[in-house]
């Protein structure tokens, strides 16, 4: 039973974490903290540099802006980024509430209208895929083009092994579990630092956001057929827990995308290996003529 648990954790961790240009402008050397309003509740984000478009990072489940701190440098070198804390995460307030995709798509929204950012080129760690094809479903205008970074457009195993998951993160030893599936989605370039602040980030999440972020995940009508119109790059930590036709069903949603796969990587490969992660990145947006 114990070792089926700990295959059914790393299996399902993957589905937590599952036209313009962007204007170029002189970067700060360090991000402008601030908060957006979303009902009565702050998002807390961090700005670099200034314009009507830009890049918005949104990480994963459990997660926080912090994340992204290898990409900051690069991508603010060329455009404008806007780095996300979403809510109940990190330093964004967190109120009793259903932490669903649908809230996070409306506090990005929240984040560019507070910061006056009219289109944005989006890309969402692990659980931020969902959440930003959900930003797409909901304001299609302001979407420039998407970045997968291993995360997925379908969810991983039926919905009874996905319910006993979330039944493990419902129990009093939940802190145990994450630990578990963090190790288990630990990469063999991950430093110790980024080990913990991944641990540091997951125990200061609160139990309910953690519960129901996961449980508004397993939400099947998430996953529909619907097609992503926009420019779309997917990079994926090579993996047996990605099935022989993974790109095809990609295709299948987001027509033209562009599939990268790391070798050698965990889950967090933004963390892993930074530059060839940025690099990928800023090729895809040269290509697509989203950098001027």
Not at 77 to 106: C, N, W
Not at 188 to 215: G, H, I, R, Y
Request: aromatic share 10%; charged share 25%; proline share 6%.
């Amino acid at each position: 039973m114990k070792t089926r648990f700990k295959g059914s954790l790393i299996l399902l961790a993957f589905v937590l974490f599952a036209g313009g240009a962007v204007t170029v402008s002189a970067q700060p050397s360090s991000g402008e903290p601030k908060y957006a309003k979303l009902d009565k509740a702050r998002v807390y984000y961090e700005n670099y540099g200034k314009g009507k478009e830009a890049i918005v990072l949104i990480h994963g489940w459990g997660c926080n802006l912090n994340h992204w701190k290898e990409q900051i440098p690069d991508f603010s070198k060329r455009a404008r980024v806007l780095a996300i804390d979403l809510p109940g995460h990190g330093k964004s307030d967190k109120p009793e509430q259903a932490y669903t995709m649908d809230l996070f798509a409306m506090a990005i929204d929240a984040v560019m209208t507070d910061a006056k950012v009219e289109k944005a080129v989006l890309i969402g760690h692990s659980m931020g895929t969902p959440v930003v094809r959900q930003f797409y479903r909901k304001y299609p205008n302001k979407t420039l083009a998407i970045v997968i970074v291993d995360g997925s457009l379908r969810p991983f195993g039926d919905k009874a092994t996905r319910d006993n998951f979330i039944a493990a993160f419902k129990s009093p030893n939940y802190k145990q579990a994450g630990s578990q599936m963090f190790a288990a989605m630990s990469g063999p370039n991950l430093s110790d630092e980024n080990k913990e602040q991944v641990k540091a980030s997951f125990l200061s999440t609160p139990q309910p956001v953690l519960v129901s972020a996961m449980e508004s995940m397993n939400d099947d009508s998430l996953y529909g057929p619907d097609k992503i119109n926009v420019p779309v790059m997917a990079i994926l930590a090579r993996s047996p827990y990605w099935t022989a036709d993974t790109e095809q069903f990609f295709q299948s949603i987001a027509p033209g995308i562009e599939v990268h796969w790391f070798e050698g990587v965990g889950h967090f490969l933004m963390m892993e290996k930074p530059k060839e992660f940025d690099e990928t990145v800023l090729a895809f947006l040269d290509k697509n003529k989203l950098l001027k």
